[in-house]
Each structure stands twice: as C-alpha cells, then as structure tokens.
C-alpha cells in the first residue's frame, strides 16, 4: 500500500518569512495529493490540492509543487503569519477503489512574533 | 447545510463496553470513512463505503465494525472496547472533485 512521509515534524518561523513542508509518497499510482490544516481540538480542512497532471498550484499565499519522477510534493506558505500556527498534513491516494487517503504524521507550523 | 456531523463529542468507556459513534452527512456523498487520530500523529482509515450496502475495510480495522444503510448515515461500532481504541475518531464524506469533508471528531477515552 501507500506510504506518505513527511518532514520536518516541527517547523518554527518567525512573522512574515516563509514557511516549506515536503512529503514523499511510494505508490506510484496516486494522483491526488491534498494538504490539510489542523488548529488544535478542531477538525481537519483542505487548504490545497493538486493532481497529477499538474506540476504546481498556487492560492494566494499558499502553493503546493508536485514531482512525479522523485515522487514528492511540497506546501510553502509565503508571508506566514501567527493565524498560520497549526498542523499540517500531507496526503496521497489513487482515484480508484475507494479514493483512500494515506496522510503522512503531520508538521507542527509555530509562526512567531 | 450542516455538512458532517458525529455523536458524540466526548465518550468515556470501560474496558470490554461497546458504543456506536455516530456519523451523518447531508452532502449526498457516496464515499464516506472513517479515520483515527492518535496523539500526535496522522490520521489512519479505519474502514470506508462507496455507497449505501457497500463497505470495505482500511488500514487499521481490527476491533471495529461498519454498516452503511443510508446514503446519509454511516456509523462505526466497537466491540469489546480496549485501551488501544482511545482515540480520535473523525468521520468523512467525500466530494466530486475529491475534497473529503471532516466532522468535528469524537474523543474516545477506554479506561
């Protein structure tokens, strides 16, 4: 099955600079790789995703770049700021037999002032 | 709208007790699942459907039963709950486009 991994498990960064994620995933065959934040004791929300046909995506502050030959992908966040502090996961699956998402361990983002 | 909701939020269960956690959508997704979060980690499939009568199992479903009898309604059940299972447990639906949509998790302590 799939495997996501991710790093750095902690990442702390000061107001305004930029903050970069990276996962690596094993299935070759994933094609959809979304990014969810998590603020502590609430839900997880989607903030960006992108396919495998697309090699990055940008929102605003937010973009993700996507590799296929190495397999990985990444999340950088421009111009952080405090509202940013929470965690963040990486996912993979395959569009196919159930759209599973395997999620890597998470980042845990403190932007500081 | 309310998206997807779980009950309860919060549960305390003794060592062998069962409990239903509840989970319901109001999307008309047809994909649901659902995940657990243990301290500090990611989140893992527990089981998932690909629409009402059909369930399938995911990573970590050992201990765990399923049922998906609405499209709206997809509940998770424990048998025999033991400290391994304390935990929290987010239901999703998921969309078109793939986005899937968490609930608001429920706490699950077994003590």
């Known amino acids: 099955g799939e495997n996501v991994e991710q790093h750095p498990s902690t990442l702390s960064v000061q107001e305004g600079d930029s903050a970069v994620i990276k996962c690596t995933y094993s299935d070759s065959a994933s094609n959809y790789f979304p990014w969810y934040k998590q603020e502590l004791g609430k839900r997880p929300q989607l903030i960006i995703d992108?396919?495998?046909?697309?090699g990055e995506k940008k929102d605003q502050r937010i973009a993700v770049t996507l590799n296929k030959t190495a397999k990985h992908f990444s999340l950088h966040i421009t111009e952080t700021q405090p509202e940013d502090s929470a965690v963040y996961f990486c996912a993979a699956s395959f569009t196919g037999g159930g759209n599973k998402l395997t999620f890597g361990t998470g980042t845990q983002l403190k932007v500081e002032l | 709208n309310a998206g997807v909701t779980q009950t309860p939020k919060f549960r305390i269960l003794k060592i062998g007790q069962s409990m239903t956690l509840q989970c319901t959508q109001d999307?008309?997704?047809?994909?649901m699942y659902w995940y657990r979060q243990d301290p500090g980690m990611g989140l893992k499939l527990i089981y998932y459907s690909v629409g009402a009568g059909i369930t399938d199992k995911g990573e970590v479903p050992n201990g765990y039963n399923v049922s998906r009898s609405t499209t709206e309604d997809f509940p998770l059940r424990l048998e025999l709950a033991a400290p391994s299972q304390t935990s929290v447990y987010f239901c999703?639906?998921?969309?078109?486009?793939?986005?899937?949509?968490f609930g608001p998790g429920t706490r699950l302590t077994v003590l």
């Open positions: 992108i396919r495998s046909n697309v």
């Open positions: 999307m008309n997704h047809n994909y």
């Open positions: 999703a639906s998921r969309a078109a486009n793939n986005e899937q949509f």
